[in-house]
């Protein structure tokens, strides 16, 4: 009995640590990623880091991606959706009671991401599974900088197609599932928890009525006010 109680301990155990584990198959094309956040800002403080969002979740379908980020208690949220057939970036923004809406085009320059020119990408031989799915290890490098080398990993066996494109890992022909990054000015780690293949409604990636168009300029400026 008591190697039973034991044994049952371990297995619980075992679940709760690290991301969680799924059985698939085959390559998948439709589900949900769920991500850990990390802040590496040391200058922030605890009660700041508290406001900030944990995680975030990533849905796909027919190479469409979606992801809401929500901080400050829900007072400020940010919902991106990926359009691959109209090869458009769709950034929501909700302040309180006010709705923006703000477009880029796939593989121009975002205005979320940090801007890493000459960045290095070295593809390392060096697997690992995450979540139940095959990672591919690289060395991410920037010449002439005070950031210091960083790896990532990312897996081929989730089928979106130009995920990357607005992110300075455009040439990673994969999605990632750990790597760091400079989001909405914060330097940030992000680690998949949780991946599962599901049914996702197409209607999740239709965009919401009473959204104000906003040019680059405007949305630059909302995100300056929040990050003061």
């Known amino acids: ?29 439709e589900g949900y990623i769920e991500y850990n956040i990390q802040y590496l800002d040391d200058s922030l403080d605890t009660f700041m880091k508290g406001l900030l969002p944990k995680k975030m979740t990533v ?10 980020i929500e901080g400050f208690s829900g007072i400020v949220s940010f919902t991106h959706i990926q359009n691959f057939r109209d090869r458009e970036n769709i950034t929501l923004v ?29 593809l390392l031989d060096e697997t690992k599974e995450i979540c139940g799915f095959n990672s591919h290890k690289a060395k991410i490098t920037i ?6 080398p960083f790896y990532i990993f990312f897996t081929k ?58 040019n680059k300029k405007t949305m630059a400026e909302i995100i300056n006010l929040l990050k003061q």
């Open 1 to 29: 009995m008591k190697f039973r109680l034991l044994l049952l301990s371990l297995l619980i155990i075992t679940g709760l640590i690290g991301c969680k584990k799924i059985q698939h198959k085959d390559r998948i094309r």
């Open 59 to 68: 849905k796909f379908k027919n190479n469409n991606t979606i992801n809401k």
């Open 94 to 122: 909700k302040v309180l009671n006010k709705k923006y809406k703000y477009v880029e085009r796939l593989n121009d320059e975002s205005l979320f991401f940090e801007k890493l020119p000459g960045m290095k990408i070295e």
């Open 143 to 148: 010449p002439d900088s005070d950031i210091e």
């Open 157 to 214: 066996d989730i089928i979106i197609n130009n995920v990357n494109a607005l992110t300075p890992f455009k040439s990673i022909e994969g999605v990632l599932l750990e790597f760091q990054i400079k989001f909405y000015g914060m330097p940030m780690k992000l680690t998949a928890s949780n991946i599962k293949e599901a049914e996702v409604a197409s209607e999740e990636f239709k965009i919401p009525e009473g959204y104000e168009s906003i």
